[in-house]
């Protein structure tokens, strides 16, 4: 069962401080990097579009990462 506070964590807006903002753009650069390797070697398919989809999942969930816990 979740906790207040980890309600109040996923579910507040956390601004970016010190260089977050900096690394969520390196995170982002980095998933722009490896869709175009998919998109490049993969077949045009529910498959790749899965695996984009689930890239753009990580992104969100990396920066999650950092926005909440820190």
């Known amino acids: ?15 970016p401080k010190e260089n977050q903002a900096d690394r969520y753009r390196t995170i982002r650069v980095y998933a ?17 579009a899965l695996a984009l ?3 753009e ?6 920066n999650a990462s950092i926005a909440r816990n820190e």
């Open 32 to 48: 722009l990097e490896f869709s175009k390797v998919l998109d490049e070697l993969c077949p045009d398919s529910r498959e790749l």
């Open 57 to 62: 999942e990580s992104v969100m969930w990396a």
């Open 1 to 15: 069962m979740p906790t207040l506070e980890d309600l109040k964590r996923r579910f507040t807006y956390h601004a």
């Open 53 to 55: 989809t689930k890239l």
